[in-house]
């Protein structure tokens, strides 16, 4: 699988992280950057427990 290379700011800590191209946001802040309190719930997109904040705005992470 092709490694994407990603850059962002997590909770005001600057991160950059090479994530498989077929990742849900969810794998890469759990298993890769280590950032456990985002959730899964349904695995679909349907019960918002995975939900985080980017740009200001409330998204599904799975």
Do not use: Y
Request: net charge negative; with cysteine; glycine share 12%.
């Amino acid at each position: 699988m092709v490694k994407v290379p990603v850059q962002f700011t997590l909770n005001g800590s600057e991160k950059a992280e090479f994530i498989d191209s077929g990742a849900t946001l969810l794998h890469a802040l759990r298993d890769k950057i280590g950032d456990t309190s985002p959730k899964g719930g349904c695995h679909q997109g349907t019960c918002g427990a995975c939900s985080v904040i980017i740009d200001g705005e409330l998204r599904l992470s799975c």
